[in-house]
């Protein structure tokens, strides 16, 4: 009874749809953000390393991006109702898994399948507000999403800060395998079905490959992903090394780490209420260009610090700021041009979209991981690469497009 579809139109644009889609795409976003303030004291509590612990990031990163791949052509094929049910129970179940882990080795096996899980809800978000809304209605939607979404930033580091000091790390992933089981028993009553046709050989090998290669001859779909892959390897970049940098060498406690992102979170914002209301002025493509711009000027003022031997709270807090409101003007329109073109595959278009934004991601945590040494300058060179790749990216975009 409780897997019986709604019936009715699935209207994008309504709050609680919009609440419901919110969630569904920040379920990978939180079960980042929550455990980042735990993660130096999880290096002891498991008797590991510091890039060890960081695995655990960069192989959630990892798959969340090969798992896209999966989860897009199955949702062309089968819907996208089963794929993000059955994504969500394997969610809500890598996530109590995580809270018993006794290694190291355990914890990063089970992140990996809760990025599995994670993904399904990005991708399937992602798809339905293509199959319920065209062009400028989809960039709005994202743009209220991505406003939304603004909140995630402020409450799960805080949260998993509190969590962390009165609790210890396992409660942030019994939180995490909670909100899973919650968001399985909402969507298994208020999601309707919104693919209108299945897409019968959507799973065949050569399909998959006529319709991944369409979407790579596609200059304007390969420009918006490198722009979008670009921003979150940056972010993914101060993820990695933040919680090192400012509480192992600034003394920053877990609950006061949480709330320093409360200043990125302000500047996300933001950028969000201005995007909200320039964003149909402007059109996909002016807004991309000048949140790239922001992006680049970002990583510019990041590296510079360590360059002249420079540390302190401010000269990480600030940048990063610039770097979300950037973000903010970018992102939901970077999304809604790279899927406008795709209606018919709407599904493998989200996905390999995904595929890309968290596989660069990945490459920008490990990266970090592997340089080692001073945290702040992995971190920071790492960003300010991935802040040229996003500048050079929007250079390219179509003027036909937005």
């Known amino acids: 009874m409780l897997l019986r579809a709604p019936t009715g139109a699935f209207e994008a644009t309504r709050p609680s749809s919009i609440a419901l889609l919110t969630f569904m795409v920040a379920l990978g976003q939180m079960s980042l953000g929550l455990y980042l303030p735990s993660m130096p004291s999880m290096a002891g509590s498991l008797g590991a390393a510091h890039y060890e612990v960081q695995l655990t990031l960069t192989v959630f990163l990892g798959g969340f991006a090969v798992s896209q791949l999966v989860w897009g052509p199955m949702s062309d ?40 899980g994670a993904c ?18 989809t960039a709005l939607v994202m743009t209220y999403i991505t406003l939304a979404m603004s909140v995630s930033p402020a409450i799960t580091p805080a949260l998993g800060g509190f969590l962390e000091t009165q609790f210890g790390w396992r409660a942030n992933f019994i939180t995490l395998g909670l909100i899973g089981v919650t968001l399985f028993l909402i969507a298994s009553v208020r999601l309707p079905e919104t693919l209108r046709a299945p897409v019968m050989d959507a799973l065949s090998p050569g399909r998959l490959v006529r319709n991944y290669a369409s979407l790579l001859r596609n200059r304007g779909y390969i420009a918006y992903v490198l722009v979008i892959g670009g921003i979150f390897g940056g972010l993914m970049a ?95 329109s970077a999304m809604a041009g790279a899927l406008q073109d795709f209606p018919h595959i709407a599904g493998s278009a989200a996905a390999f979209m995904g595929f890309s934004q968290m596989g660069l991601a990945m490459i920008a945590s490990w990266t970090v991981g592997i340089l080692g040494g001073d945290a702040h300058m992995a971190m920071a060179a790492v960003l300010f690469v991935c802040a040229v790749a996003c500048a050079v990216a929007s250079a390219f975009l179509p003027r036909r497009i937005g």
Do not use: K
């Not at 399904?120 to 209605?137: F, H, I, N």
């Open 77 to 116: 094929r089968f819907g996208r109702r089963v794929v993000l049910l059955l994504g969500l129970t394997v969610f809500a179940a890598a996530g109590m898994a995580c809270a018993m882990a006794e290694t190291i080795t355990q914890l990063i096996v089970f992140r990996f399948f809760q990025a599995v």
């Open 238 to 332: 101060y993820s990695t090394a933040s919680p090192f940098v400012l509480m192992e060498t600034l003394g920053w406690s877990p609950q006061a780490f949480g709330f320093l992102v409360l200043f990125n979170v302000v500047a996300f914002l933001s950028g969000s209420l201005i995007t909200r209301r320039i964003g149909p002025i402007y059109g996909l493509r002016r807004m991309v260009r000048l949140g790239s711009g922001m992006v680049l000027v970002s990583g510019s003022a990041m590296i510079a610090a360590p360059l002249l031997g420079h540390l302190s709270t401010a000269a990480i807090i600030a940048p990063m700021m610039l770097f979300l409101f950037g973000m903010a003007f970018a992102l939901p």
């Open 120 to 137: 399904a809800g990005q991708v399937v978000a992602r798809a339905t507000v293509r199959d319920s809304t065209e062009g400028p209605a």
